[in-house]
């Protein structure tokens, strides 16, 4: 009974069998991921409707028309505002605002709260305020026009007086 019990393999073959299939998975994930392996896209950014509707609006054109060209730019203005774009917003308010000025077509519609708004937002004081006198003009003249209303009317023109005295 002397003798000893010899395992059937030898600790290197068995660290070497290990290493093998080491470097196969290794060749087998390599072969996957050149060959198979779909890489993901990126996802675009989160829908916005805002952006979508700027996009369309520029694709489509500045119409002709008085009432449509005041509309289409102050949609755009009101979609960029929305995506916090306020310079591209500003610009557009004072098209549309333009295109009211230009036109006896419109009607009674200014502009002037939110562009007095954007410039009062970039810091520009003098400007927000000149808008924000415009607003009051228009708004006494309105209740010039229609003196049934002018209670509602001088509401909105208190309101406005504080915004001028908050600058």
Do not use: C
Request: no cysteine; net charge neutral.
């Amino acid at each position: 009974m002397g003798e000893q019990f010899k395992p059937h393999t030898s600790t290197k073959k068995w660290f070497a069998g290990i290493g093998i299939a080491i470097v196969l998975a290794g060749i087998g994930l390599a072969v996957y991921l050149v060959f198979f392996h779909k890489p993901v896209k990126p996802v675009a950014g989160p829908y916005n409707v805002d952006r979508e509707r700027t996009q369309a609006l520029e694709e489509q054109g500045v119409p002709v028309e008085p009432a449509a060209k005041v509309s289409y730019y102050s949609q755009l203005a009101q979609h960029y505002e929305a995506l916090n774009d306020k310079d591209k917003a500003l610009t557009n308010y004072l098209k549309a605002q333009a295109a009211v000025d230009a036109s006896k077509e419109v009607g009674q519609l200014v502009f002037y709260m939110p562009i007095a708004g954007l410039y009062k937002d970039k810091g520009d004081k003098t400007k927000a305020k000149v808008y924000f006198e415009k607003e009051i003009t228009y708004l006494q003249q309105f209740v010039h026009d229609h003196p049934e209303q002018a209670a509602g009317v001088q509401t909105a023109v208190t309101a406005v007086e504080g915004e001028i005295k908050a600058l």
